[in-house]
């Protein structure tokens, strides 16, 4: 071989060398634009999958766009020197990329917003007696000093020799804590009967409050806010008549489970098909004939003492063998500061929700119902009553009134409703007539009504501008929840579904898994659903409420409509198609 044949062989490698190189540097920037996409993909994707709140023919459309995408991003990239062609794909690189980082949030915070809401923890009584072991844990409690709002009085020392009212048995040990304490602080001493007044329940305390009977009440703020909202609600009072004069932190030792299970609200379903239940069964809608004549004719006179207890009824209810395909919901709404609270509640609401049929049926109860209460020894009470409780009571009370087993709840503290409805951009609710809130505050006009929070969140409520009464606000709930899932399958939501998240925060709470919730939202996804809604009624009275110790407004329950109520949700569970 010549030295020129040499050459000129090296000449050539190099020049491919230089053509590969030059042929990498034009397609990296490429590359490089298609790993990124890609890389947001993806961990878009991964979301998607670990949320398992879309359905499987979703996740393949998913899939095979993101890899098109993928592809034309690639197609347009590889080539530098085609600058028009190559800007058109970086630019789509870079926005899809971000779309999809963004979208992956969402999805993130979306799952996170779920897992928040979920309550695992024990919750009744029985839950804790099969804990194996129970470890003693330091509890902080708050009582408070409350006087009335124009008392001069700026400590308590200012308010001796008294007498100060307390509860009878609710937080006794606690308030007898914060009375050592302040009777060690002031060189004093507390006798009851003289200093100190016992009282049966926080509505009696407070109204001695107001009479002048004592000079103030010691309990927590949860109990003076429920017994100043039944005063306005009965016209007592206009708005607040109390201040707090101080706190008093006392510590109390309660036994916690250690190995704390989540409750399993199947355990009582058979093996077997659907159980309807035998009609000749024992339950507390089966009234004797006087009250038979109650219920249909509102009594006048209100009884001198509370009513006799009723026996407790079989445990035949209603049951699912597969409580992910047919169950019941029972939703409950209160307007207390915050879930932790045990409070009236005011929204009660049971939702069956058949999977096989694609049905779900919302059943409202009116809060005065007068009904059997399991926690008052099966005596009469209102149902917003049975809420101080706490949700498992209520849900054995919804339990008896319908014969039906409630597998779930889902509370929702009504203070954060009108923050969620403003995030979603209002919602659009057809009213039936004109009205005006009591107040003035806020008035509708029939057909359509473009609502914000505070006017949802007031149609809701209002009561007082229908003859109705009380069973008004159970269709007017319902309207406000149908609005809801309008606005939500809009998909106008997703234009500001960051805030509509972040408001959902603290605002519900549910004892239904993760993985239940998501498949729910799955099936949603996979066709059209019946939602039915019915609303039991009854006549109004005044008769005895063992809770409040005094005579109050109530509805005695038409039992021909609880009775239909069973029967649309006996169908439901049977499979069959329901209408009003």
């Known amino acids: 071989m010549t030295t020129s044949d040499g050459n000129r062989k090296k000449s050539a490698s190099r020049s491919r060398e230089a053509a590969i190189k030059r042929r990498l540097t034009m397609s990296l920037p490429g590359v490089l634009a298609t790993a990124v996409y890609m890389l947001a993909a993806v961990w ?37 020197r085609k600058k028009i062609r190559f800007a058109a794909g970086a630019l789509i690189a870079v926005l899809a990329a971000a779309g999809l980082l963004y979208g992956g949030s969402v999805v993130n915070k979306t799952k996170k ?25 330091p ?29 009878k048995e609710k937080d ?15 060189g004093v001493s507390f006798a009851v009967g003289e200093q100190i007044l016992e009282y049966e329940t926080h509505f009696e305390a407070v109204r001695a409050l107001l009479l002048g009977d004592v000079k103030a009440v010691l309990m927590s703020e949860e109990d003076l806010l429920d017994a100043e909202a039944f005063l306005i609600e009965l016209e007592v009072i206009q708005d607040s008549e109390f201040r707090q004069l101080t706190t008093l932190h006392v510590e109390k030792v309660v ?5 704390a299970s ?54 035949n209810v209603l049951t699912s063998p597969n409580a992910n395909r047919i169950f019941t919901v029972y939703i409950q709404g209160i307007d207390k500061k915050g879930l932790s609270y045990k409070s009236r509640c005011d929204v009660n609401i049971l939702a069956v929700v058949n999977v096989n049929s694609r049905q779900c049926l919302l059943i409202s109860t009116p809060r005065d119902y007068y009904i059997h209460i399991r926690d008052l020894g099966y005596r009469r009470d ?39 409805i403003d995030a979603m951009g209002g919602i659009t609710v057809w009213c039936d007539k004109d009205f005006t809130t009591r107040g003035g505050q806020y008035s509708f006009t029939k057909g359509e009504n473009t609502m914000n929070g505070s006017q949802a969140l007031a149609y809701a409520r209002e009561r007082y501008a229908f003859g109705g009464g009380d069973a008004i606000r159970g269709y007017h709930q319902m309207d406000i929840i149908k609005a809801v899932l309008n606005k939500v399958k809009s998909g106008e939501v997703l234009s500001n579904l960051g805030g509509v998240l972040s408001s959902l ?76």
């Open 113 to 137: 917003t779920i897992e928040d809401m979920i309550v695992t923890e024990t919750t009744t009584a029985e839950e804790t007696e099969t804990s194996s072991e129970e470890t003693p844990v």
């Open 382 to 420: 209102k149902l917003t009553h049975n809420g101080w409780f706490g949700v498992w009571s209520v849900m054995d009370t919804m339990k008896d009134l319908y014969n039906v087993q409630n597998n779930y709840y889902f509370r929702c503290d009504f203070n954060g409703f009108p923050r969620i």
């Open 505 to 580: 925060s603290g605002a519900f709470e549910t004892n239904m898994s993760y993985d239940l919730i998501a498949s729910l939202v799955r099936e949603l996804q996979s066709g059209s659903w019946n939602i039915t809604s019915y609303t039991v009624g009854g006549s109004g009275s005044t008769e005895y409420s063992p809770m409040i110790g005094a005579n109050a407004y109530v509805m005695w329950p038409n039992y021909d409509q609880v009775g239909y109520a069973k029967s649309m949700i006996r169908r439901i569970y049977n499979g069959e198609w329901v209408t009003p």
């Open 44 to 80: 878009f994707y991964i979301s998607l999958l670990r949320s398992k709140l879309v359905a499987t023919k979703y996740l393949v459309l998913i899939a095979a766009a993101l890899l098109l995408l993928g592809a034309l991003t690639a197609f347009l990239c590889h080539n530098l």
């Open 262 to 315: 989540e409750p399993d609200p199947t355990e009582t379903v058979s093996s077997d098909t659907t159980a309807v239940p035998d009609e000749t069964t024992e339950d507390l809608s089966a009234e004797s004939p006087a009250e038979t004549e109650k219920a249909t004719a509102a009594p006048t006179a209100a009884p001198t003492a509370a009513p006799t207890a009723a026996p407790r009824p079989a445990e």
């Open 139 to 167: 509890v902080q409690v708050q009582i408070g000093v409350f006087v009335l709002k124009d008392d001069p009085a700026q400590a308590i020392d200012e308010l001796l020799p008294g007498p100060f009212a307390v509860l």
């Open 172 to 186: 006794r040990a606690e308030t007898n804590l914060a009375l050592e304490r302040i009777a060690g602080e002031l």
């Open 255 to 259: 036994q916690v489970p250690t190995t």
